[in-house]
Structure formats: C-alpha cells, structure tokens
C-alpha cells in the first residue's frame, strides 16, 4: 500500500519525525493583525522541537494475568501495576543485562517475553530494511538463572520468535529459517538453500511485505512440536535498480521487485517436525501464479490453517491443512466481483469446532461465525455500517469485541456483541471521536486511546465488560494548553453533494476571526486511495494537522474531502474505482474545489491542492486534467504511471496491464502532461523503494516535452517517507514557501 506516515509498525507514523537538529528560524510572512496576541507556530515547533507532540502510554506490553504491564525504560523492563500506572518492581535491571565477563550491559532496544514471562528476548542494534522488516543481535535473558546469552554468533538475525513452551526460538538468517534450543543453545537450520534475490525462507519478499504486511513469514504450533513457514522463490521476479548516492562513485542496490503484470515470486508452504527434522510441503495447489497471504495454526494439533488468494485478487480461500501428510482441503470461499482484502481478521475458538472471520459480501465489512467445515453459523453483525477492527473473542464470557463506524462514517467506536449475533453494546461514553483499543490477554481490560478532530488523546484503563473508566493514565492537558496558547482553530466538518448527487464528507481549518466579505485562498489536501479515509474524527499528532494550523495562521483555509473509493461507507462506494483508478477520484476533487470556491470566504482563483503518495498521484492528475481549478499544487512521492507500480496492489484495483490498458493510461499524469497550467512543484526521494524515483523521472520527462514550467525537488537517498535528520523541516519549509509565493 502507498501511504507515506506507515512505518515499520502498521498504523505508526514515520521514523524522524522529530528531528534533533534546529536550524534556523523561518522568516513567513507578518500575521494578520487580529492573530497577533497568539504565539505563532513555526516549523521548528513541529518538525525539530516537537512542541506539540502529544503525550501518550508508550511501550506498554500486557502481562498475562491482565493485572499488570511492562514497559522498557532507560533500558530496563519495568512492570506498573495497570490500574495505577505506579511501578511495581524492575523485572530486568541494567546491571542483568552483562553477557559473562563483560562489564558493559547491552543496550537493548526491545524485548518479548516467553509464554511463562521467565525468559526474554531482548534485541539490540536493529537495523530497519524495508517498511516492516529489520535484523538484530538478539539476546537471551533466564529470569531466575539471571543469565544473558547471545541466541546465535552467526550474525545478525530476523523475527526471532520464542516457540509456546518457552524452550526453543526460531529466527531468519539470510534467507533461511533456523531454530535455537535453549537448553543447549545448538542451533539447527532448518532450511540451508535460501539466497538474496532467489529464495527466501521465513519471510516475506518486498511486495508480500509491502502489501500483506508479511515481514515474519513463519508461525509456531501451539504445542511447539512444528513450525510452518512460507518459502519465495523469486528467481524470475525482475530486479529493481536504485543508486545510492554519497561516495565517489554510487552504489547500485538491486532488489526483486514484481510491478504490475510482472512474475511474482513461486510460494510453497511447508511444514517442519522439530522432533523428527522433517520437512513436509503443504499441498496448496497447482497453480502457482497466486497468493498466500496467510498461514495461522489451528487449536486442532497438526491443523493448519492456510489462505490462498488468486492472482485477479476477487476470490479467497480458506484451507485446512493437515500438516503430517501435507494434504488439504477448501473449507470456505469468500468472493467478490472487484477484489478481496486480506485482514488478520480470522479467529479460531478454542473449541476447536468454530472460527470468526470479517467478510463484505453483504456489502459492508461484518463478523460471520462459522463451523470448522466453513458452514455459516451466524452473522453476528449486520448494518450499513463497516466494523474496521476485530479485537477478539473473550470465549468465556461468549462475547466478540470489535471496533466499528456504525455511529458515523467519521467515527470508531468499541462494541462487544455475543456469539449468538445478540445484545450488541457500544462501550465508553456516547459521543463523536475515535477510539483505539488495547485489549489485554483476558478480556478484563483495555487500554482506550481516544481523540477527536480537536481534542489530543486520552489514554484511560477501562473495565471490558462495560467500558467504565477505571484511571486516566494521560490526559494531554499541557497540549490542551499549548493549543490554546498558539491559538489553534477547530476542524470543521461539512458534506456536499456533487453534480452526479454523490454525497461526500469534508473538512476545513480556518484562520482565526474571519473578516465578512473577505476571500480566502483554499489549500485542499488529499490521499484518496482505495480504502483510506483523511477525513476522520481523530487527532491527527505532531505533522499535517499542526503545519495546516501553521497555514492557517498565515490566512489560508485548508479543506480535506475523501472522495469515491475511499473507506468507512462500504464496499460500493469504496469499489466503485475498480478498474479505472485516478477517473472518479479527480472528478470528485473537481467538485470539491468547485464547491469550496462558492463560499463566501473563497478566493476561487486561488485553490491549490497537496497529495503524498496516492495524493501525489492524485495532485499531479488534478493539475493537469483538472487544470483550470487549481492555481497551484504539491505532489510528492507520486505514482504517475501505474505501470511502475507493485503487482499485488496494482492489479487489486486495475487488473493486469495486459488485460486492462486503459486503466492504465487514460488516468496517468504523465499522459496529461500538456494540460498543466498552474505551478506545480514535484517531489521525490531517489531512495524510495516502494513508489520508485522512476515515476518522478517519467512525469518529469513528459512535462518537459509539453514544454511545462514547474519545480522540482528531489532528495538522495530518502525513502517513500522522506525524513531524517533535517530532512522533513526542510521539505515543509520548500513547501510553505512555494504556497506562499504561489497561493
């Protein structure tokens, strides 16, 4: 998926965000008068000094009696008593952490305990890969011996991950899969052919990684005695070449990369007998141009649970595998006449006679019980309304959590519904916003991290039986200050429809005591991808939200519309972009300016429009097909030719090229290149490797050819989301200075 704030964790916002360096000031333009006895935001506040970045509980890890949680602290694991939030006692301190005659401890930069909590392992020196992937040094701590070994001297290693027993622990190592038995520390490959850029054992390849967010491709039995993994073999996926910039002469870095109608990787699943050494190959199908996004391990021993997806991406299919003799069988189907999204939705009870699973095909994303064989038993949750996330099944009480937008489209709330389908109950307060859950193990409590358009969050212990609060553990109130202070104006929501009666939702940002009768330039800001949703009830933290303030308080409005295709209102209006990407999303941006620009406040002369990633594709297309709307606007990180782009996303929402060449290029900037007329400016990290700098090249070429004046800027060495070090001040002051001199 393009999305420029994920990281290495889903959901997370980019590394670098808070830049260390501070240089200097930002000259912007005098405020207007009536803002004057406000503090003024500058870029320094937001991308090196961090001033407004709101507080929250970090590294909270559930202990497993639910009462208690861990957390590292100055290189310690420290436990805090959850309904207080006080620390209890130092479970591992500094001084526990020297390997055996060695007088400096480690310094470790995360940790996972073993089932029993007697054992951790702690990682140190991580180095990230792609978005999701990493390597360490991974250490091994015994609780009661209090003694620290290394897992393995062979270097660095991938996912080590401890087996349910707590006695092995199983981990990647160029490209092979291996396990570490704790009692002797010898260590057994348990693949010995793996190779970079040609087979890969245990984890996933870029686009599995990028697009199935799998990086840790190996799952453990419940009972220890196996471990299944999926196998790569990428020997015919084209390489993808990227210089890296810096010395004398630059480096190449080539990596497989399938795009669109390219070979994918050949996918085998295999399942290895820890006992018995032996390695039995999952029967998973003749065909090898498909997908198997997910593997999972069933509360059956020796059942595992695989997921197989064809190529087209419309139809999937549930497996039950039986791991001694490698045979299988289709337990249930789930089809659609546009695609199928793969979640981590799937749940199995421990019955053993029963899983829970998400499914759209009554339209809106909903939980569906079913029996081992794949017969329905109940759907447990029916509306015209998407449930966005499955918490879990706490099966004694037989209840489902899950987090919906049944309220609004905006909106996520907690709800728990029984496994009948009956009783469903929305927990918390009433009220807008959004809440994000952090379960424990035993569905006593949760964490619940709530925000709102203009409001920071507030992190609260709550009771998961009825949502009570039992502490507030953060309440950002020094933020709330802050706001205050620096006189931050609200978020806006409004809808309108457009002239095909299409409904959409928006906001705005305004600056602060409007003059009647004056007219305001409008920035409109974009994603817009299959799926996502900008315009959310929800804090956004420290990055567009506080530099669209920043704009505000230099007299500039700021609209966001999530146009068709995005989430949140169901499958039809999300799916309805199928096939011809970039087509109805730019006409509905088209409406928006338009309707933004008949408001009294608007200048209609001077809107602009501002995309990353998906929204850099969707800017550069608006500036050209779109070209009479907007004065200026800001691409950065585009895909201008989706050709270029990954096989797994790409072919989702177009099909393959082959089969699909107008889907391809009647919506690519770089096929409109002659119809720009206001000033654009383009922006592209060459170090990018998930939307390749290749993109950039092509639209600039196409631009240069029209004979088009635009800007550019480009940045060595910087990924998709293009931070580090300075680098993200110095984007946002490029890009405020060019709307300030262009909007």
Same mark, same amino acid.
């Given at each position: 998926m393009i999305h420029p704030f994920k990281t290495f964790q889903t959901f997370g916002l980019a590394a670098g965000l808070l830049l260390s360096a501070t240089p200097a000031a930002v000259l912007l333009p005098a405020a207007p008068a009536l803002a004057q006895q406000r503090q003024r935001i500058t870029l320094e506040d937001i991308w090196a000094k961090g001033t407004f970045a709101p507080r929250s509980v970090q590294g909270f890890r559930w202990m497993r009696d639910g009462r208690y949680y861990s957390a590292l602290e100055k290189g310690e694991v420290v436990q805090h008593d959850v309904t207080t939030g006080q620390a209890t006692q130092t479970l591992v301190a500094t001084q526990q952490l020297r390997l055996a005659g060695t007088d400096q401890p480690i310094a470790t930069d995360g940790y996972e305990f073993n089932a029993d909590e007697q054992k951790i392992l702690f990682s140190t020196e991580t180095e990230p890969i792609y978005r999701r992937s990493s390597k360490a040094n991974y250490f091994v701590y015994d609780r009661a011996a209090q003694k620290l070994v290394p897992l393995s001297a062979g270097g660095k290693q991938s996912y080590a991950t401890f087996s349910p027993d707590g006695r092995r622990v199983a981990f990647v190592r160029q490209n092979n899969l291996y396990i570490v038995d704790l009692q002797t520390m010898q260590e057994t490959p348990v693949t010995t052919d793996g190779a970079f850029n040609k087979l890969i054992? +245990? *984890?996933?390849?870029?686009?599995?990684?990028?697009? /199935?967010?799998?990086?840790?491709?190996?799952?453990?039995? #419940?009972?220890?005695?196996? @471990?299944?993994? !999926?196998?790569?073999?990428?020997?015919?996926? #084209?390489?993808?070449?990227?210089?890296?910039? +810096?010395?004398?002469?630059?480096?190449?870095?080539r990596y497989k990369y399938p795009k669109a109608g390219e070979a994918n990787s050949v996918v085998t699943v295999?399942?290895?007998?820890?006992?018995?050494?032996?390695?039995?190959? &999952?029967? !998973?199908?003749?065909?090898?141009?498909?997908?198997?996004?997910?593997? *999972?391990?069933?509360?059956? #021993?020796? $059942? @595992?649970?695989?997921?197989?997806?064809?190529?087209?991406?419309?139809? %999937?299919? @549930? %497996?039950? +595998?039986?791991?001694?003799? +490698?045979?299988?069988?289709?337990?249930?189907?789930?089809?659609?006449? *546009?695609?199928?999204?793969?979640?981590?939705? @799937?749940?199995? $009870?421990?019955?053993?006679?029963?899983? !829970?699973?998400?499914?759209?095909?009554?339209?809106?994303?909903?939980?569906?019980?079913?029996? &081992?064989?794949?017969? $329905?038993?109940?759907?447990l949750t029916q509306g015209k309304w998407e449930v966005t996330e499955f918490v879990g099944v706490d099966e004694k009480s037989g209840l489902a959590y899950y987090v919906s937008a049944e309220d609004a489209p905006q909106q996520r709330h907690l709800y728990r519904v029984d496994l009948k389908g009956k009783g469903k109950t929305r927990l918390g307060e009433a009220g807008g916003g959004t809440d994000v859950v952090n379960m424990s193990p035993d569905f006593r409590y949760y964490l619940n991290y709530h925000s709102a358009a203009n409001e920071p969050v507030t992190v609260s212990l709550r009771t998961a039986r009825d949502g009570k609060v039992v502490k507030v553990l953060e309440d950002n109130a020094a933020l709330k200050q802050k706001m205050q202070d620096y006189g931050f104006t609200p978020q806006e929501f409004f809808s309108f429809k457009t002239a095909e009666g299409v409904t959409l939702n928006g906001c705005t940002i305004k600056p602060a005591n409007m003059e009647a009768g004056?007219?305001?330039?409008? %920035?409109?800001? %974009?994603y817009g991808g299959p799926g996502s949703q900008k315009v959310l009830d929800k804090w956004n933290s420290v990055d567009y939200y506080t530099w669209f303030q920043l704009l505000a308080q230099q007299g500039y409005v700021v609209a966001i519309v999530d146009n068709r295709g995005t989430g949140g209102r169901g499958a039809e209006f999300k799916k309805c972009t199928y096939g011809q990407m970039g087509k109805l999303e730019t006409i509905d941006q088209g409406e928006a300016a338009k309707y933004l620009g008949a408001q009294p406040w608007a200048d209609k002369t001077r809107i602009g429009i501002f995309g990353w990633s998906y929204g850099g594709y969707l800017s550069a297309l608006a500036m050209t097909k779109n070209a009479d709307l907007y004065k200026t606007g800001i691409s950065v990180a585009p895909v201008t030719n989706w050709r270029f782009y990954d096989s797994i996303y790409t072919e989702r929402f177009l099909k393959k090229p082959q089969d699909n060449p107008g889907g391809y290029d009647d919506n690519s900037p770089v096929q409109h290149a002659g119809l720009l007329k206001g000033k654009l400016l383009l922006v592209h990290g060459t170090g990018?490797?998930?939307?390749?700098?290749?993109?950039?090249?092509?639209?600039?070429?196409? $631009?240069?050819?029209?004979?088009?004046?635009?800007?550019? =800027?480009?940045? #060595?060495?910087?990924?998709?989301?293009?931070?580090?070090?300075?680098?993200?001040?110095?984007? /946002?002051?490029?890009?405020?200075?060019?709307? =300030?001199q262009n909007l």
């Open positions: 054992h +245990g *984890a996933g390849d870029w686009v599995y990684e990028e697009e /199935f967010e799998v990086a840790k491709a190996f799952q453990w039995s #419940p009972d220890s005695k196996q @471990l299944a993994f !999926i196998s790569f073999d990428e020997s015919r996926v #084209p390489e993808y070449n990227m210089q890296e910039w +810096g010395g004398l002469y630059p480096k190449d870095y295999s399942a290895y007998d820890v006992a018995g050494g032996r390695t039995v190959k &999952m029967d !998973i199908g003749a065909e090898t141009d498909q997908y198997i996004p997910r593997i *999972a391990w069933t509360p059956t #021993p020796g $059942l @595992l649970s695989i997921q197989r997806v064809n190529r087209l991406q419309n139809k %999937l299919e @549930l %497996l039950h +595998g039986d791991a001694a003799t +490698g045979k299988t069988q289709v337990v249930w189907t789930d089809t659609d006449k *546009a695609y199928v999204e793969v979640t981590d939705d @799937l749940r199995y $009870l421990q019955n053993g006679k029963q899983f !829970i699973t998400t499914s759209e095909r009554d339209g809106y994303r909903h939980l569906y019980l079913f029996d &081992m064989k794949g017969k $329905l038993v109940k759907q004056k007219k305001y330039p409008v %920035l409109t800001f %974009l990018d490797d998930n939307v390749h700098f290749q993109n950039s090249v092509a639209f600039t070429d196409a $631009l240069v050819k029209a004979n088009k004046d635009f800007q550019q =800027l480009y940045y #060595p060495n910087r990924n998709h989301s293009i931070y580090g070090g300075n680098t993200r001040l110095h984007l /946002f002051r490029q890009m405020t200075n060019f709307l =300030l």
